[in-house]
């Protein structure tokens, strides 16, 4: 050997595979302002669309006139839904197997509805010809509050579904009513909270939100009439998806749709579900002929393409004295607005609420969910959360702190008495979940030994003495969230979107040369994946990561896959990455036989090639293999080097994690101050450490902005609140508190790499560790539970009720 040939680990290094904090490679072009988004995006003759909107949160509309806008120079045509209904389009099925209107079809059901598509040379003369368009309006009884959708007197807001007692999800008992989903063993939960030597109850919200990606949503549709062939570029988290729906409801034959989702500038769960804007833009360029353009401006974005939360739950958890639970009953109250359209799994009403059991053994659980009708926008979103799991994480993290004020024991180490624990897995929840791997213990001790837990506590225990002694107007709270997640959407066999079943896929074709194309059926929309997924294939089959190129968004290039929300992508295309890549790896053994002129069986994998076994000089890259594949392929043994893997997951992951917030808070101004905030997450094995530390920051800044003042709120009539980023709070560096990260590595065992997604994870415990911390600071005031979201207002408002203003 001389001095060049490189080590082991030099080469080990060199591929920067997995487990290296390998540079993103997209920030290439990010960082340069070279991202191609949708607005990029210009074609010859392209002319642009925008929608005339309700001013009204509910009525009935009478007349639409666009004699006017017609008449302004470069407008080209004004749809409404009698134009829409010639093409069977006036309305779309949701994904929760309601139906929607595209355009108002007689009525509105909320502020800023869509009522007509103008479209114009350019999006100033559109703009002009909304407000040509003469819409009149019959002002309609407008409901806003959940709590009163179910009231004998409520109005009807869905006149089609009159007489409709039975929905997708089973019986309506209520013409605002949705379904009902329950889940769990209501007797012996009754029997538990009967036999309890302690029970609590708490209604606790989760408010009304917004993910608010950077980009809002937008799309290019262009027919081209002569080959009869649609593309659709969009800002699409699920473009595969998006192709069947729009073969299905325009009934162009799906190989004749191209749908390409470009960079995309954030997504949050928002760029899921299919909109009328993509609906509008596409009847306008069949109509006209040429490419028409959609893009929301922010308003538009934050008040009608869908929203987030907006559950309100009851929450019953049953208890021995010594802390020990025995029982958890939850009811929900679910406030889907105008028209059903959540974007979760089809036969999954409330998506995985049913997580909510947490990381907590409970013998027994209950949860009923009503899904109702209010006058307010559609499209309830996973907002960084698989499904109704943040909602579920913050419903158990509040009530196991409620329950540890009633029983006088630290919220800490009740948590930690009813931890499932780690011999238990894979685990069977109460709800019917298996949860896969997880070492609560472990992760909390070590959480609590970094941060030093039990000195806080003794500092926050003298600060109360001290402001109860008028020393001080300051108080301290410590938020404790210990989250179990539930990602990877999902075994086909209870997931599917539409019908197709949500698996997910890879493709990968190795060169002459060496190097790599790889695509994939997910859609990163800034999370990484093109470093990641090449950082998989780096260590699977020996190329250098920088040598392997990944492709996503193109549907007439990537397999099928069924996209990415839900933190799916490593849980379920990152599996399938990994098969594909052993596919071929096992092809490169048969070659790499032949080349050596040895049983393959005689051949071992090292690093990035094979080696005969005892006589490791003996060995062929998989560089020269791959050169072999194409030049001289060894009889009986086809050429080229590719692979295609199609996976569908056994069962979801499951990874959790502990966080703590530290908070000062100023009573008399309601300013709360984050002191220190720590985050230890588990997601199994770890492909891009650096990757994670992004993702945790910034989930747990979405967090922030959730817990401590993003909301969108109606007033009485129906007036959308918060509908800019005025009123809408999106965090600064100013505001944002500085992140502790930390990790411990518990693997999936049914994961072909072991990983766990990561993305959401944040969001979900973070929510509820700030929650807690503005919870725990009232505490010793006598307060149980105030409601989120923690703004200055609402804080001082609540020291105020509390009697803390002296
Ligand atoms: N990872 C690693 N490792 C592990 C895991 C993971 O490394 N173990 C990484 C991967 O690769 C990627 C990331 O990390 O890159 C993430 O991942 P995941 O968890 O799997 O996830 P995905 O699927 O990919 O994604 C999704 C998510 C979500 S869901 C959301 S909201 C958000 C997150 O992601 N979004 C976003 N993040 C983010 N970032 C950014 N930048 N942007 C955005 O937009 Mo939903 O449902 O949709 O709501």
Known sequence: MNDMTPTREQREAALEGMGCKRKRVEDIRFTQGKGQYVDDLKLPGMVFGDFVRSPYAHAKVTKIDASEALKLPGVIAVLTAEDLKGVNLAWMPTLAGDVQM?????????????????????????????QLVEVEYEELPVLTDPFKSLDEDAPVLRPDLDGKMEGAHGPRKHHNHIF????????????????????????????????????????????????GELTVWGTFQAPHVIR?????????????????????????????????????????????????????????????????????????????????????????????????????????????????????????????????????????????????????????????????????????????KNFVKPEQFPYQSALGWEYDSGDYHTAMHKAMDTIGYRELRAEQKAKQEAFNRGETREIMGIGVSFFTEIVGAGPSKNCDILGVAMFDSAEIRVHPTGSVISRMGTK?????????????????????????????????????????????????????????ARK???????????????????????????????????????????WAAYHAPPQGIEPGLEAVSYYDPPNMTYPFGAYFCVMDIDV??????????????????????????????????????????????????????????????????VETPHWETDHTVTPSPHHPIGAKGVGESPNVGGVPAFSNAVNDAFQFLGSTHIQMPHDAWRIWQAAKDLGAHG
């Not at 720590?678 to 450490?689: E, F, V």
């Open 668 to 733: 008399d101004t309601g300013v709360a101050k984050t002191r220190r905030f720590y985050a230890l997450d588990d997601c199994g094995t770890r492909i891009n450490p650096m990757i994670i530390e992004g993702q945790v920051h910034g989930g747990l800044t979405e967090a922030f902005a959730i817990a401590m003042g993003q909301e969108i709120r109606y007033d009485e009539t129906g007036n959308v609140m918060g509908a800019s980023f005025m009123d809408f709070f999106i965090p600064t560096a």
């Open 584 to 626: 071929i790896r096992n092809k490169a053994q048969m070659i790499a036989a032949h080349m050596l002129e040895v049983s393959e069986y005689d051949l071992e994998w090292d690093v990035d090639g094979f080696q005969v076994k005892g006589n490791p000089q003996a060995r062929k890259s998989m560089k020269e293999i791959a």
């Open 244 to 416: 069947t729906v729009a073969s299905l409801l325009s009934t162009i034959p799906e190989h004749k749709i191209h749908v390409i989702a470009p960079d995309i500038g954030g997504g949050f769960g928002n760029k899921v579900g299919a909109y009328p804007g993509y609906i509008c833009s596409i009847v306008a360029s069949i109509v006209t002929g040429v490419p028409v353009k959609w893009v929301e401006d922010r308003m538009e974005n934050l008040s009608t393409t869908s929203f987030a939360r907006d559950y309100h739950m009851t929450t019953e958890i049953a208890a021995k004295n010594d802390g020990t639970v025995t029982g958890l009953k939850v009811h929900v109250l679910a406030d889907h607005g105008g028209f059903d359209a959540c974007a979760d799994p089809s036969k999954w009403p409330a998506g995985f609420f049913n997580i909510v059991t947490g990381s907590y053994d409970f013998p027994t659980a209950h949860l009923e969910v009503d899904g109702v009708y209010t006058n307010k926008a559609p499209g309830g979103v996973a907002y960084r959360c698989s499904f109704r799991v943040t909602e579920a994480a913050y419903c158990i993290e509040r009530g196991m702190d409620i329950l540890a004020q009633k029983l006088g024991m630290d919220p800490a180490d009740l948590r930690i």
């Open 180 to 227: 009902t989903w329950e889940v769990g063993d209501k007797d012996e939960t009754s029997r538990a909270f009967s036999e309890a030597d302690v029970t609590v109850k708490e209604m606790i919200s989760y408010h009304r939100t917004h993910p608010s990606p950077l980009e809002t949503c937008q799309c290019v549709a262009s027919m081209d009439k002569v080959k």
């Open 102 to 130: 595209v355009l108002a079809d007689g009525k509105v059901l909320y502020q800023n509805q869509e009522v007509a598509f103008v479209v114009a040379e350019n999006r100033y003369i559109a703009d002009d010809a909304i």
């Open 524 to 580: 990163s929309q800034g999370q990484g994946h093109e470093t990641t997924w090449a950082q998989i294939i780096a260590t699977e089959i020996g190329i250098p990561a920088d040598d392997i190129m990944v492709e996503e968004g193109d549907t007439d290039t990537a397999p099928y896959g069924l996209g990415t929300y839900g933190s799916r992508s490593t849980p379920v295309a990152g599996a399938a990455i990994a098969l594909a």
